[in-house]
């Protein structure tokens, strides 16, 4: 961030909010007697429609809440999902993003562990029942009651909630995540929030490090991610892409080495030879390629999460060697601070393209063409 940009967010603070919750002067009352704040945001209103500007309210914050400032907001590939309706779920309006980092502007009178002025983010999940099993072992995201999603609402029912394009957010403290990582990669720190859980996680559960063969398949938002924290963790890292023009940047963000995978010559190579496969990729492909990559009882797990199905896999793939295809979602909270302080002591950040808001319909596009390196962050300055 520009020192420009740091005073400018300083002097928009209010000074002392810990006991009387700060709003802007054009706040209004709901009918639960409830101020409401009004916040700039870009929506979709349908799923033929591009985002657009918008208006949301926002609640009071709550004695257990924290409002943020949002500063920067990563654009993941589930938002594009979700602003057009693939996976058939959206609420509309829908205003995406869940990559969220900026600066606490307000806390409710029970808070204690953040104070305006702090640094915050928000990642995927804003609340979840709090009792389940899941919950009580900090994987509020596996919530058997249904997380309630930092965007397009409770998973099982409720309100719509609306996501990071937008100028500010009040989200329970306990949702919450610190940021350790200098101000001066705030921007760079925000694709942490999903695309750096997202890959951690898993690569975590599945024990990516020293002495295992790790590939990662697509190297775009989440990939590039699991790249590096794979790569930090101590395994031998395996790239797997479509893009011939991704291999020095490949090697450069930690891989040891890459595999053009539309190359079945390439490919080969690599038969029976990996203990671990975390494949991103956001469309239907062949899974068969990759199974038969993994040594014995080796697992892929697909975070990647296209509108259609994956062609079915041929069983003998699994059942000749005892693999695994598992599944991962996000992580939890605990998980989720755990990456962080990770990545803030790795010295970890995304590759990001800031752009302004208004670019948002053009980097969807993008996206689309693979053709981001490696993560669109949003400069929500642009949003005032
Ligand atoms: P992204 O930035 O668009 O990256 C996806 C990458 O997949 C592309 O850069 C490309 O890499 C590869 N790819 C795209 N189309 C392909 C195709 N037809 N065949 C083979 N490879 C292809 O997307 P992202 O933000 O990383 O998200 C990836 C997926 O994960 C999305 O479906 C998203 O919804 C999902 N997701 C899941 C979770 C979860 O909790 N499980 C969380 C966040 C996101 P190359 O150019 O290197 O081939
Ligand atoms: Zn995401």
Redesign the pocket.
Known sequence: MSPNRVSRALKSLPTNSRDTPQHPPDARINQQGQNMIKAKAYATVDERSALAPYEIERRDPGPDDVQIQILYCG???????TARNE?KNTLYPSVPG?EIVGRVVAVGNKVTNFKVGDLAGVG?LVDSCGHCPSCHEGEE?YCDNGFTGTYNGPLFGGENTYGGYSQTIVVKESFVLRIRHAEADLASVAPLL??G??TY?PLRHWGAGPGKKVGV?????????GVKIAHAMGAHVV?????T??VAD?KRLGADEVCI??SPDDMARYTGQLDYILN??????DLDAYLQLLKRDGTMT??????EPHPSPNVFGLILKRRSIA?????GIRETQEMLDFCAEHGLVSDIELIPMSYINSAYER??K???R??FVIDMASLD
């Open positions: 654009v993941c590939h589930s938002d594009l999902h996976w869940h995927c995201q999903c695309a859980i997202t996680s398949v697509g190297l775009g938002g989440l990939g590039h991610m790239l797997f892409t479509t893009s023009s991704k490949g995978s539309t991103t990729v956001a469309a239907p492909h697909l975070v990647g999460a296209p509108a599944g991962s979602l996000i992580g996206m689309l693979s053709d981001v490696y993560r």
